[in-house]
């Protein structure tokens, strides 16, 4: 996009609404739904579909969650979605006894409103302001902004434009391998192989429900190699920074495997909530801490004969520490923790690999490429 095309599209773009004026909404919702309940609004803007206002009300009523959502422009639609949320909680599912009062927590430098200037390309984007408001008093709020790219496998994203735009420069183009093909019998079974981050990420991705649930994984024993660090870090610097769960409680970073040891997992308390009256919780803002190697190509060279996945859809042979042709990706099987056990190498570079949601609710996997001698199987 020109300078002058950005600059038309960014006075043509809705002004978002102040923060102010999103904490009033919320509380006023919050306020009509009475003791024992929440609501979110947020001022949500995607490059398709343009700017408008939502709601989330959720009510508690002796052990019961009532929840509604809808549009939330006008008085009028807010109240709607009260009724809507206190009719459910007559007869919905059991849940929290009482909702946690929304806390203010640390502010984050998550939002560039340049985002607006993208117009409705085809990428994936968009910009937030939240507000989460409490009944009994308590309001939270934050805004952010995120951008992802299409690179080989996946999408890498950013806060910005620009940072976006700079990490899929960094990701490269795949090398010409040719179609896919049947892989030769005698590299069948379990195989030597190197990920690359799109990969690395999809791997976490199977584990992430585990992080949230105690007693998954052995806390204070070995589930991983000791080159493995795994945290929940919604601050890190790289990912895109998330100060509160759906319950307005503040996110903390939270270490959930050190050296290989299982350390802790993620809940409601330490602000990981996924279902707003209910205690389920899941890491977000998973980061993988990188290795020593330089490259993809470094942690190649041990392998004379194993696999390159830059995602799990895709697959290239290897032989003699190089990747040389494409073969067939429905044929692999893949043990996440087997991943992780065999562990030998991980780049020192990371990505930003983004998971799916929207601007409010977006999480990322920060994470290297990495060398693994177990948990990659290809059936022959």
């Given amino acids: 996009m020109t300078h002058a095309a950005s600059l038309r599209r960014l006075m043509s773009s809705p002004a978002p609404p102040s923060e102010s004026d999103v904490r009033a909404r919320a509380e006023r919702a919050a306020g ?19 700017g408008g206002w939502s709601v ?75 507000a989460i408001a409490s009944a009994a008093g308590g309001t939270v709020f934050e805004q952010r902004t995120f951008v992802a790219v299409g690179v080989p496998g996946g999408e890498v994203a950013a806060v910005s434009v620009a940072g976006a735009e700079a990490s899929a420069r960094d990701a490269g183009a795949p090398a010409d391998d040719g179609p896919a093909a049947a892989a030769p019998d005698d590299i069948a079974g379990d195989l030597p192989a190197v990920l690359g981050p799109q ?11 585990l992080f949230g649930r105690p007693g998954a994984l052995p806390q204070g024993r070995r589930v991983a190699a000791a080159c493995i660090s795994l945290s929940e870090s919604p601050r ?25 040891v299982a350390h802790r997992t993620v809940s ?32 190649l060279a041990p392998i004379a004969r194993g696999l390159y996945l830059p995602s799990l859809d895709r697959a290239l042979l290897v032989e003699d520490g190089r990747a040389t042709r494409a073969v067939a990706a429905d044929s692999l099987q893949i043990d996440p923790l087997a991943v992780l056990a065999g562990a030998q190498a991980l780049t020192a570079r990371q990505r930003t690999i983004p998971t799916a949601g ?10 290297p490429a990495l060398r693994t001698g177990g948990g990659v199987r290809l059936s022959g």
Wanted: aromatic share 4%; glycine share 12%.
């Fill in 358 to 367: 929207d601007a409010r609710t977006v999480g990322a996997t920060v994470c």
């Fill in 32 to 50: 009509w739904a009475g003791a024992g309940s929440q609501a979110t609004v947020w001022w949500g803007w995607t490059p398709a579909a343009g």
């Fill in 199 to 209: 990969a690395v990420a999809a791997v976490l991705d199977r584990l992430r429900p």
């Fill in 56 to 130: 989330e009300v959720v009510v508690v009523r002796d052990g019961r969650i009532g929840r509604a959502s809808g549009e939330a422009g006008d008085d009028d639609a807010l109240r709607a979605c009260v009724e809507a949320a206190a009719a459910a909680a007559a007869d919905g599912p059991e849940g929290l006894a009482a909702l946690p009062q929304p806390t203010p927590g640390r502010t984050h430098d998550g939002y560039d409103p340049a985002v607006l200037r993208l117009g409705d390309e085809p990428r994936r984007a968009g910009l937030a302001k939240v």
């Fill in 236 to 260: 890190f610097a790289a990912t895109l920074p998330r100060s509160y769960d759906v319950h307005g409680t503040p996110r903390q970073p939270v270490p959930l495997i050190q050296d290989g």
């Fill in 268 to 299: 409601a308390e330490t602000g990981h909530a996924v279902r707003a009256g209910h205690a389920d919780a899941e890491p977000q803002h998973l980061v993988l801490v990188g290795g020593g190697a330089a490259s993809e190509a470094e942690l």
